[in-house]
C-alpha cells in the first residue's frame, strides 16, 4: 500500500484529455516537492515535472499539473498512442524522512 | 550531459550480498543528493535510499533500513548501494537518480535474488 494514492489506471480516446491524481499528505505534498514519472513498457521511467510545476526541455506543454494542499494532479491533452505507459508520482515524506512513491496509474488510450 | 551507468546486478542467493555501482558524468557530482530506486518484475517503483550532498546523510526505505547502506565517493564520481542479507523481496531493477534539475535516472541494473 503506497503513502501517495493513485487511480490504477485511467483511459480515454486517442485527442481527449486525461487527469491522474496523487493524493498525500502535509508530510508530503502537502510540504515538498512533487515530480511526475513516464514509464513507457520495458523502458526505464522518464521525468515528465519536477519541483512541481517544471518541464525538462522536450517534454510537450501537453503535459502539464496542479496542486492544491495535500493532492496533485497531472493533464494529458491531446492524447496520442505514444502517451500509453504508467505514470508515477513521486514527494519527500518529512516525516518518515524517505522518499514516497504512487502507486503508478497505467494509461490507455482507445 | 548527463549519464548515470549502474553496475554490479547479478544472481545472489537469499542472505547473500552484492554491491551495486553508480558511475556518474556530465555534472558536478559532489553537489547534488543522490538516491537508489528499485522496481520488483512487474511492479511499481519503490524510493528504497539517498545520500546528501551536503552533509553526507544517508536515508533509507523501512524495508531495507538495517541491511542496505548507500555511499558516495565524489573523488570518483560514483554512487554504490551495499546489500547484505538479501531476500528474495529484493529482486528487482535497481536505479540511480540524481536530484539536477531536472533529475536524471540510469537505465538500471537487474538484481535476482534466488536459490
Known amino acids: 500500500q503506497s503513502v501517495l494514492t493513485q487511480p490504477p489506471s485511467v483511459s480515454a480516446a486517442p485527442g481527449q484529455k486525461v487527469t491522474i491524481s496523487c493524493s498525500g499528505s502535509?508530510?508530503?505534498?502537502?510540504?515538498?516537492?512533487v515530480s511526475w514519472y513516464q514509464q513507457l513498457p520495458g523502458t526505464a521511467p522518464k521525468v515528465l515535472i519536477y519541483?512541481?510545476?517544471k518541464r525538462p526541455s522536450g517534454i510537450p506543454d501537453r503535459f502539464s499539473v496542479s496542486k492544491s494542499g495535500t493532492s496533485a494532479t497531472l493533464g494529458i491533452t491531446g492524447l496520442q498512442t505514444g502517451d500509453e505507459a504508467d505514470y508515477y508520482c513521486?514527494?519527500?515524506?518529512?516525516?518518515?524522512?524517505?522518499?514516497?512513491f504512487g502507486g503508478g496509474t497505467k494509461l490507455t488510450v482507445l | 550531459e548527463v549519464y548515470l551507468v549502474e553496475s554490479g546486478g547479478g544472481l545472489v542467493k537469499p542472505g547473500g550480498s552484492l554491491r551495486l555501482s553508480c558511475a556518474a558524468s556530465?555534472?558536478?557530482?559532489?553537489?547534488?543528493?543522490m538516491t537508489w530506486i528499485r522496481q520488483a518484475p512487474g511492479k511499481g517503483l519503490e524510493w528504497v535510499s539517498g545520500?546528501?550532498?551536503?552533509?553526507?546523510?544517508?536515508y533509507y526505505a523501512d524495508s531495507v533500513k538495517g541491511r542496505f547502506t548507500i555511499s558516495r565517493d565524489n573523488a570518483k564520481n560514483s554512487l554504490y548501494l551495499q546489500m547484505n542479507t538479501l531476500r528474495a523481496e529484493d529482486t528487482a531493477v535497481y536505479y540511480c537518480?540524481?536530484?539536477?534539475?531536472?533529475?536524471?535516472w540510469g537505465q538500471g541494473t537487474l538484481v535476482t535474488v534466488s536459490s
Open positions: 537518480a540524481s536530484s539536477t534539475s531536472p533529475p536524471h
Open positions: 556530465g555534472f558536478t557530482f559532489s553537489s547534488y543528493d
Open positions: 545520500v546528501s550532498a551536503s552533509d553526507g546523510r544517508t
Open positions: 502535509s508530510s508530503n505534498i502537502g510540504n515538498n516537492y
Open positions: 519541483e512541481n510545476n
Open positions: 513521486l514527494s519527500w515524506d518529512s516525516s518518515l524522512s524517505f522518499g514516497v
